[in-house]
């Protein structure tokens, strides 16, 4: 099972710009990578995912501000997040999936003030 690292997370205005990484333990290649977010008192959502071959999709509220790109050569994944609104506080999660299986980070945390 691959361990998941996240970090990058802050406090930061609104109109802003992070980039959060995900530092995994192993090799990536075969995994199915995402980011999820859990704002509180919500339900936890998924943010953006990237496929083994760079195939990427994202949720409807992030589209046009978030980007997520991997490095496998790194065991990596990141997420550009650009415009940042005060609705992007949460806790992110990486996740890595293979063959319906999946590992989750300990999550950092976002805030963005207003």
């Known amino acids: 099972q691959v361990q998941l690292v996240e970090s990058g997370g802050g406090l930061v205005q609104g109109g802003g710009s992070l980039r959060l990484s995900c530092a995994a333990s192993g090799s990536i290649v075969n995994f199915a990578m995402a980011w999820h977010r859990q704002a509180p008192g919500k339900q936890r959502e998924l943010v953006a995912g990237?496929?083994?071959?760079?195939?990427?999709n994202y949720a409807a509220s992030v589209k046009g501000r978030f980007t997520i790109s991997r490095d496998n050569a790194q065991n990596t994944v990141y997420l550009q997040m650009n415009s940042l609104k005060p609705e992007d506080t949460a806790v992110y999660y990486c996740?890595?999936?293979?063959?319906?299986?999946?590992?989750w980070g300990q999550g950092t945390l976002v805030t963005v003030s207003s």
């Open positions: 990237i496929s083994v071959r760079g195939a990427t």
């Open positions: 996740t890595a999936g293979l063959l319906g299986q999946s590992a």
